[in-house]
């Protein structure tokens, strides 16, 4: 959870949300830098969507043919990629 989508960090300090000017965003190294410090004690949280790298967990999968050239996975494993 590390790695942010781009144009997706959202960040609060003490509650009121920043504009997107006044921070920015290392997206390869997860890091959020405010261009102002906040005051001392002031709470600073941030919010983003986030990609999980994944790999299939099978070599194959099941297909229930549910309407006419349609088809719906019935399951689909994958496990996260933990580097």
């Known amino acids: 959870m590390a790695k942010p989508v781009e144009d ?13 000017a006044t921070f920015s965003v290392d997206a390869a190294a997860g890091v ?9 004690g002031a709470a600073v949280t ?3 969507a986030f990609d999980t790298p994944v790999r299939f ?3 194959r999968f099941e297909v229930a ?7 719906a ?8 990629i933990l580097s």
């Open 57 to 59: 967990d099978t070599d």
């Open 8 to 20: 997706s960090v959202r960040v609060s300090v003490d509650g009121v949300e920043l504009n997107a």
């Open 65 to 71: 043919i549910e309407a006419f050239r349609a088809g």
């Open 32 to 40: 959020v830098t405010l261009l102002q410090a906040p005051e001392n």
């Open 46 to 48: 941030a919010g983003f």
């Open 73 to 80: 996975p019935v399951s689909l494993p994958v496990i996260e």
